[in-house]
């Protein structure tokens, strides 16, 4: 199986799903990145790491140790720039036609004979204006095929309830399969630990341990889940080939109903 999991920035990977991506690897499927930008917009570093014109090339670099780490077969970068963060924390997108990117998408489906692609949520998880950007592009991408052609699409973060951090989840995408990433915590640590200059921000947003510190570890979500976008989901659970290849790993739940935290 051939995936294609298609990011707005460096880091998007492993924080939204790192995990899964990583069973997904050791369950022998090919599991192939499409970066947008190269977080050139995102944090230097605490103390800073480099310079505003060099953090791309930083980042980048962050990048593959992290595919790397999780598995990952190959990485691309759609050379767009990622710009800064405005006041009040104003997140944005990068700037570029969306036929444009969407075709760019395509392209790399088409030349890797994908199966399977994933990419961010709906809501563009927390509302980032780059998430929702890439979402929409790669949806145009995928229904650019016709039907015999088109592979499956999922987006991450899915909404169920329980998340471990219901701030980054999508509220309009419901979770048709959660996965515990216990089996795979290591990876996905390691992964966080490639993305230095991102640090400060991933301990800011970590949840406390019982102690009230925050570490790395306690930056990750121990659940992960996905959403199916297409073909769309009629009856559960999802029975396809991507959710066939999960169905038999360790802490993996393919959802015979929808639960959300609106429904509690």
């Not at 990048?63 to 720039?81: I, N």
């Not at 199966?115 to 929409?136: C, F, M, P, R, W």
């Not at 996965?179 to 800011?204: P, Y």
Request: charged content about 25%.
């Amino acid at each position: 199986m051939r995936i294609l999991v298609v990011v707005a920035h460096p880091d998007d990977e492993t924080m939204l799903s790192g995990g899964t991506l990583a069973l997904l690897a050791k369950a022998g499927a090919e599991v192939h990145y499409l970066c947008a930008t190269r977080g050139e917009g995102g944090d230097l570093g605490e103390p800073p790491m480099c310079s505003r014109d060099e953090v791309g090339q930083v980042r980048e670099q962050e990048m593959v140790c992290a595919v790397d780490t999780l598995g990952g077969s190959s990485l691309r970068f759609m050379d767009y720039m990622d710009p800064t963060v405005g006041e009040d924390n104003e997140l944005f997108a990068f700037v570029a036609d969306e036929e444009e990117v969407a075709a760019q998408v395509l392209e790399e489906i088409r030349e890797m004979d994908i199966d399977v692609v994933i990419t961010h949520g709906s809501n563009g998880e927390y509302g980032h204006a780059a998430h929702l950007k890439v979402h929409q592009c790669v949806k145009i991408a995928v229904m650019s095929f016709t039907e015999k052609e088109r592979p499956l699409l999922y987006s991450f973060q899915g909404a169920f309830q329980g998340h471990p951090k219901e701030r980054v989840m999508n509220q309009d995408d419901a979770a048709h399969v959660i996965l515990d990433i216990a089996s795979v915590e290591v990876e996905k640590l390691a992964a966080i630990t490639c993305h230095k200059t991102q640090h400060g921000l991933f301990l800011r947003k970590a949840i406390p341990d019982e102690h009230g510190k925050r570490s790395l570890r306690y930056s990750l979500m121990p659940l992960e889940s996905l959403h199916r976008i297409y073909p769309m989901v009629e009856r559960l659970p999802v029975q396809d080939a991507l959710a066939n290849l999960l169905a038999g790993m360790e802490g993996v739940r393919i959802l015979d109903k929808i639960s959300t935290p609106e429904q509690s």
